[in-house]
T-cell receptor, first 112, second 112 residues
Framework: DVKVTQSSRYLVKRTGEKVFLECVQD?????MFWYRQDPGLGLRLIYF???????EKGDIPEGYSVSREKKERFSLILESASTSQTSMYLC???????????FGQGTRLTVV | AQSVTQLGSHVSVSEGALVLLRCNYS??????LFWYVQYPNQGLQLLLKYTTGATLVKGINGFEAEFKKSETSFHLTKPSAHMSDAAEYFC??????????FGTGTRLQVFP
């Protein structure tokens, strides 16, 4: 089975800090995604990447950036964390279009 | 741009009753459609998907969904609910842009 690993399950950061959320997949999948999950809002796409060094904005990219230097790793960066970015962050990896996306366990980020 | 609407943020059924979770999509091209389930404190797991071919799709745990192009719907059903089905369910759509877009989710409660 594809494994998607997010570096932390729980994270507490201070307002204004630069925050890195790391995601690694082990199945050589081209597509990788970052979502945030909030009650009543479902999963909202922040950024996705369809190849190394390639990225596209999702529906809510403001306040975030991403990095994909290697195929297996997709990092989400909060340049200056704010309390509004307190959320559950989910990473996913997907092979060819129409195939199953595999999710990590999520990182619950709290910004204080 | 594609989008997903899930009608009903909460659905409650009795054990043994029919489960019906609604999903409508918007896509300018023939879509790929997915249903995912999320159990408490876990990541998302694929229930079933529609890509091409047969419009009635069977998934895990006795769930199935029917793709109806004329109604732009992909509703999820299960003939007889079980207590273990209590979870949050997400419908998702993907088209030719490689983006994977989710709905806001439906929380299913099953009463004894």
């Amino acid at each position: 089975d594809v494994k998607v690993t997010q570096s932390s399950r729980y994270l507490v950061k201070r307002t204004g800090e630069k925050v890195f959320l790391e995601c690694v997949q082990d199945m050589d999948h081209e597509n990788m995604f970052w979502y945030r999950q909030d009650p009543g809002l479902g999963l909202r796409l922040i950024y996705f990447s369809y190849d190394v060094k390639m990225k596209e904005k999702g529906d809510i990219p403001e306040g975030y950036s991403v990095s994909r230097e290697k195929k297996e790793r997709f990092s989400l960066i909060l340049e200056s964390a704010s309390t509004s970015q307190t959320s559950m962050y989910l990473c996913a990896a997907q092979g060819p279009q129409g195939t199953e996306a595999f999710f990590g366990q999520g990182t619950r980020l709290t910004v204080v | 741009a594609q989008s997903v609407t899930q009608l009903g943020s909460h659905v409650s059924v009795s054990e043994g009753a029919l489960v019906l979770l609604r999903c409508n999509y918007s896509s300018s091209v023939p879509p790929y459609l997915f249903w995912y389930v999320q159990y408490p404190n876990q990541g998302l797991q694929l229930l079933l998907k529609y890509t091409t071919g047969a419009t009635l799709v069977k998934g895990i745990n006795g769930f199935e969904a029917e793709f109806k192009k004329s109604e732009t719907s992909f509703h999820l059903t299960k003939p007889s609910a079980h207590m273990s089905d209590a979870a949050e369910y997400f419908c998702a759509v993907s088209d030719d842009t490689d983006k994977l877009i989710f709905g806001t989710g439906t929380r299913l409660q099953v009463f004894p």
